[in-house]
């Protein structure tokens, strides 16, 4: 990389700086108007492609992968704590779906379009990730209110009452092993971890 001649930029400065500030001191309600009428003009814009891009959506142009995958990032994700586990587990097959449907498209396209659907399959194991972590930490949790408070109706697994039938047949059998086993399975917590949330 070139060395940038730093003389002739001050002398520049040197020479026009005091003609700018003089043209700005003079000028300034004239200015303030520009900006204001900038500021404006950038809204619509902003707006209008916003619009654009919505219609867009609206005539099926934008593939729906992808209009899926803007709304799990901007939406889905940040709401996943106030979902239900039926929720939940649907957004799981959802996202495993788009990941197969990519994997399959790989293997039917040329291989120039190897690195692209990598990365979408990487930015879908994300999503993936996150949703199968908050699951557990979900399912942990519901267990352990229902471990603490047998009368504690659990909203979040309705839907998947097997889950909380053979929950509850484990704690009624007050086998601890097998209680242990179970939570580590559908949770993925440590035993230590296990052991010392439900002694």
Do not use: C
Request: proline fraction near 4%; charge should be positive.
């Amino acid at each position: 990389m070139g060395n940038i001649p730093i003389k002739p930029l001050v002398d520049s400065i040197k020479t026009h700086g005091p003609k700018v500030g003089k043209f700005v001191k003079d000028n300034w309600q004239v200015l303030g108007t520009g900006i204001t009428l900038a500021t404006k003009a950038g809204k619509k814009i902003n707006d209008h492609n916003n619009n654009k891009k919505e219609s867009k959506q609206k005539q099926g142009k934008i593939p729906y992968r992808k209009v899926r995958f803007i709304q799990y990032k901007t939406e889905i994700l940040h709401d996943l704590g106030n979902k239900k586990r039926s929720e939940l587990f649907q957004y799981k097959l959802e996202v495993s779906q788009f990941i197969q449907q990519i994997n399959n498209e790989e293997q039917n396209e040329v291989i120039l379009k190897k690195p692209l659907h990598t990365k979408r399959v990487s930015d879908w194991n994300e999503i993936l990730i996150q949703i199968e972590d908050k699951m557990k930490t979900k399912d942990y949790q519901e267990y352990l209110m229902i471990y603490n408070n047998p009368t504690h109706k659990s909203p979040y697994f309705e839907g998947f009452d097997v889950h909380l039938d053979k929950f509850n047949t484990l704690v009624n059998k007050e086998n601890t092993q097998l209680l242990y086993k179970f939570l580590q399975l559908n949770t993925g917590r440590s035993i230590e971890e296990i052991k010392r949330d439900f002694a």
